[in-house]
């Protein structure tokens, strides 16, 4: 069984929830222009199109691009340090969002952001695997999602209500502000455990690359994840606006109807997926991986059922089984990867397939989405029908998942084979 390094560190679980902390914030400043999407484009006149260029591209890409080099500087250096000093770059970009005057200060804001959160995914991810034991980690990365709903729930429903007191650049400078707090106490609170030296020395970056992209259970794992992010995020960040126009709510009610049905069954569904991910995996991490394609492939479907709803009330009873089924499916994806990949690849490997699901989930899902409903602007239901295109790529995803699960002891003997050479 692996080990996990002995050395003066901090209590584990407050590690967790320290990171949780920081994750909140990460997401929160994420979903924050999702829910004052309309006040934006009134302000600035800008497209939907354009809108899906700030949610996704925007941030996107130097988001996914620059977490290469810096989870491989932080499979060599202090990852804590490395977390930290992300959260105050974003949090600062955060804040200027704030004061943009023009949507392009706003588009390079965005940027600014990326830039600072690609600091944060894969290094955390590292050091919560560094910490936990492989039989802990499903509970571990399902409290670790919870971040991603209490974030929806700060941008969605806490923004637009900070907004109301005075208008949208208030909550951005607001939420930018508050990761400040939480990451001083992270800095001064979490210590950096010992790397795991049996495993030798940490690999050139190319060589990394070769090694796991020969590995066909980290391929269908790394794909089937960032297609079902793509679908998942698609109507995240679209959802609320849905809300808006098709039942005729105001963008706080929409907001606030739609964190609260999806994030409390999200937020039930991610935990129940780590406790059960946990024994699954106790006769082998391929059977939890299979519970995540069966999850994915479920709420889709169901997230499909949500956007057709004929009313609210409908719609509202959709999201019921979308989030109990679609709020832990990426456990047994994270968890898995850490299962495979050696200590000294942790974050490159993380890092390298969050590469592909950010370029999928980040930048091309809420684009697409934005894009399709431009093109397809004929009457009120365009964007209905957008989501519709993009959503259902969450069951090609589910497919690649199950086959990854069947290969996945496979290719962590290569990789432990492949480090001791």
């Not at 804590?80 to 588009?107: E, H, K, M, P, R």
């Not at 923004?159 to 990451?183: C, E, H, N, T, Y």
């Not at 209905?384 to 003997?413: N, Y």
Request: aromatic share 12%; net charge neutral; proline share 4%.
């Amino acid at each position: 069984m692996e080990a996990v390094p002995k050395t003066r560190t901090t209590n584990k679980w407050l590690v967790l929830v320290l990171l949780l902390g920081i994750s909140i914030f990460n997401y929160g400043d994420r979903y924050l222009l999702a829910g004052l999407v309309e006040p934006i484009k009134a302000e600035f006149s800008v497209s939907d199109g354009f809108m899906g260029l700030l949610l996704g591209p925007a941030f996107a890409v130097f988001y996914s691009i620059l977490a290469i080099p810096i989870a491989f500087y932080a499979d060599r250096h202090s990852r804590i340090n490395i977390i930290c000093a992300g959260c105050v770059i974003w949090s600062i970009f955060t804040v200027l969002s704030g004061l943009a005057d023009s949507q392009y200060s706003l588009a390079a804001a965005r940027v600014g952001v990326g830039v600072g959160e690609a600091a944060f995914q894969a290094p955390a991810f590292s050091l919560i695997a560094a910490y936990f034991r492989p039989e802990q980690r499903g509970k571990a990365f399902a409290v670790m999602a919870l971040s991603i709903y209490l974030g929806q729930i700060l941008g969605y429903s806490a923004g637009p209500q900070i907004a109301s007191f005075d208008d949208w650049r208030l909550a951005f400078k607001v939420m930018g502000a508050s990761g400040f707090v939480v990451v001083a106490l992270a800095w001064f609170i979490i210590r950096e455990p010992a790397r795991d030296e049996t495993q030798g020395v940490a690999l050139p970056l190319a060589s990394s690359f070769a090694r796991l992209v020969r590995i066909p259970s980290y391929r269908y794992m790394t794909f089937g994840m960032g297609l079902g992010v793509m679908s998942g995020i698609a109507f995240g960040f679209w959802g609320p606006t849905l809300f808006s126009r098709v039942y005729e709510m105001s963008l706080i009610a929409a907001g606030s109807a739609f964190g609260a049905a999806f994030t409390l069954p999200d937020m039930i569904g991610a935990l129940g997926f780590g406790v059960l991910a946990d024994w699954l995996s106790k006769k082998g991490y391929g059977r939890s991986l299979m519970l995540s394609a069966l999850a994915l492939m479920s709420a889709t479907l169901a997230v499909l059922g949500a956007i057709w709803a004929a009313n609210i009330d409908n719609a509202l009873i959709w999201a019921i089984p979308a989030g109990l089924l679609g709020g832990g499916w990426s456990v047994g994806i994270y968890a898995g990867l850490q299962y495979i990949l050696p200590d000294r690849m942790r974050a490159t490997g993380t890092a390298l397939a969050m590469l592909v699901v950010n370029l999928l989930g980040f930048v091309i899902g809420p684009w697409a989405v934005g894009a399709f409903s431009d093109l397809l602007a004929i009457d009120g239901s365009q964007l209905r029908q957008s989501l519709t295109i993009v959503v259902p790529v969450g069951l090609l995803g589910a497919l690649l998942i199950g086959l990854g699960a069947k290969s996945l002891e496979q290719g962590r003997q290569a990789l432990a084979d492949r480090e001791s050479d």
